[in-house]
């Protein structure tokens, strides 16, 4: 098969698959948005790589001005016509949309219907909410509320018209039936994060050297986005928590963007807080090995369809975590499983993760170490990377089908030959 994916965050497990898929021997364009700004994937092909894999930037004419309404829509239509030029270039057999902006999508959904190209909607968040919610801040009720339901019928119609959908979590599939659409085409993958690149390692190596981190305090360690879904300062209410409870602790937060700079600027002038930018993808695994504990955030508003990834990059990496995210969400069942601390992202919620930090390392100086031998064991056991692209390529061959066929039976016959 000829696929293309298309993950415009560029994150490492999206990366993962498209390798493994080439490696199959599919023909994969990886393709991925230059100006959005995140922790990335290996967006590099190596050495390693079967010929088969390309991995290409997308960019827009316009630039992504991202917290400014009518600049982020015009970013969005002319990243959706720098797209839909390069598929008319370079045609596949099947489309993989991940990450896509609501705007950007509606517009290629409309290429790709006309087109005829199959398609699959690999669904991470209910973007048309988050739209919504936006509006409804900005815009008095009679004019917030037709555009709010218009934002959910451009994301409705995306659902409905893709070939195949992947979610992330059943409570995308109860959205779907809210919206009275048939869910006969929907699977449920959980994300993950990649074993191979995120292996345990060192405390003290060479990009904890490098940064001159403090050997003898526990090291806090937040990697990731802190956007509208999270509440920065309560990443230094714990650390001031956990310091009022005995602990010697530093905070590392590796993030860029508002909620960063927010955060810096509160704990100017504090030598127990570093403000990073994000790290290169080669360095991630030291940057979480430096770590103790790792920190996720979520606030409630984005619980139901928003799984904060890093969670999954902290099991792997052997860590465990503190993470003040909602009961419901399905990182706070991961934590746990993987003996990690789960509280509500409030101060009340920050208390008690301070206080069971404080008692952990009372108990058992050699807790921590345990607990993220525990995390990386429950990663090993859920992101098998061969069973998820075993569902991949069944998902892409239905989606293929239900376009045409001849491409799948053409690949299948190829396959059995080569055999």
């Not at 490492?12 to 990886?30: D, I, N």
């Not at 050495?47 to 088969?52: H, L, N, Q, S």
């Not at 797209?83 to 270039?89: D, F, K, N, P, T």
């Not at 995306?158 to 009275?180: C, E, K, L, P, T």
Request: neutral net charge; charged residues 25%.
């Amino acid at each position: 098969m000829r696929i293309t994916v298309h993950d415009y965050s560029g994150h490492p497990f999206q990366v993962q698959l498209s390798r493994e898929l080439a490696r199959r021997g599919h023909y994969v364009l990886h393709e991925y948005s230059s100006q959005y700004v995140s922790g990335r994937g290996r967006l590099t092909v190596t050495d390693d790589d079967p010929d088969t894999l390309r991995i290409e930037p997308v960019e827009a004419r316009r630039p992504n001005r991202k917290y400014d309404p009518l600049g982020r829509i015009r970013f969005e239509l002319s990243y959706a016509r720098a797209w839909r030029e390069r598929l008319e270039r370079e045609p596949a057999d099947v489309i993989v949309a991940c990450n896509v902006q609501l705007f950007s999508l509606a517009a290629v959904r409309r290429h790709l219907v006309r087109s005829g190209t199959p398609w699959v909607l690999w669904h991470q968040d209910i973007c048309s909410l988050a739209v919504a919610g936006e509006i409804e801040r900005r815009l008095p009720n009679p004019l917030s509320a037709p555009l709010s339901r218009w934002a959910g019928s451009l994301e409705r119609a995306q659902v409905r018209s893709a070939d195949r959908v992947v979610a992330i979590g059943d409570a995308f599939v109860n959205q779907y039936r809210s919206w009275q659409l048939p869910v006969d085409g929907v699977d449920v993958i959980p994300n993950w994060a990649p074993l191979d690149e995120l292996v345990p390692g060192v405390r003290d190596n060479a990009w904890a050297r490098e940064q001159q981190l403090p050997k003898k305090p526990v090291r806090l360690l937040y990697a990731g986005t802190l956007g509208r879904k999270h509440k920065p300062l309560l990443l230094l209410e714990l650390l001031d928590a956990a310091r009022a409870r005995g602990v010697d602790a530093t905070l590392v937060v590796c993030s860029e963007g508002l909620g960063a700079d927010e955060l810096a600027e509160a704990a100017r002038g504090r030598s127990d807080v570093r403000v990073l930018g994000y790290q290169p993808a080669e360095r991630f695994a030291e940057v979480l090995a430096s770590a103790d504990v790792m920190v996720a955030l979520l606030e409630p508003h984005a619980a139901a369809f928003s799984v904060p990834s890093k969670v999954l990059s902290y099991m792997a990496a052997g860590r465990p975590t503190i993470a003040l995210v909602p009961d419901g969400n399905p990182a706070a069942h991961d934590v746990r499983a993987a003996g990690g601390f789960v509280a509500n992202p409030s101060s009340v919620g920050v208390d008690q993760a301070a206080g069971w930090l404080a008692e952990t390392l009372r108990a058992d100086s050699a807790a921590l170490t345990r607990l993220g031998q525990r995390a990386r064991q429950q990663a090993e056991r859920q992101f098998d990377i061969t069973a998820i692209t075993d569902r991949f390529e069944d998902i892409l061959q239905s989606a293929i089908r239900r376009g045409g066929g001849e491409q799948v039976a053409h690949w299948q016959s190829n396959k059995e030959a080569a055999a």
